[in-house]
């Protein structure tokens, strides 16, 4: 009998173990999901996409959500350190393409003024 509560006992705290774990899967994949939205989002943002009806909203309240979770340190520095420093490539390229072209039509105009 003894052993039979025991294992009762065992068995509801494992069912319980089990319960919070499904929650915090269900969690994390909710943050995961909003992670990428928000990577997806920002790298519009540099490419100049168009952002849809309150998407810009949705970002910023994603940022914040996420934030607030147990990934939110980590999502800080990945900001920081990875998706604005590849943003910032985007529009670097995006400047070089912009004066190449500016350049070759500079020098397109002078041979037609000569």
């Known amino acids: 009998l003894h052993s039979k509560l025991r294992l009762g006992s065992s068995s509801s705290s494992s069912l319980t173990d089990l319960s919070q774990d499904k929650g915090t899967q269900q969690r994390r994949a909710g943050s995961n999901a909003t992670w990428n939205s928000i990577h997806s989002a920002v790298i519009s943002v540099f490419q100049r996409k168009e952002m849809g009806e309150n998407e810009l909203y949705t970002l910023n309240e994603g940022v914040r959500q996420l934030l607030k979770t147990e990934l939110g ?30 350049g070759l039509a500079g020098r397109h105009m002078g041979l037609l003024l000569l």
């Open 73 to 102: 340190s980590f999502f800080t520095e990945y900001l920081q350190n990875q998706l604005l420093t590849k943003g910032m490539v985007i529009l670097r390229d995006k400047i070089r393409f912009y004066e190449e072209i500016t």
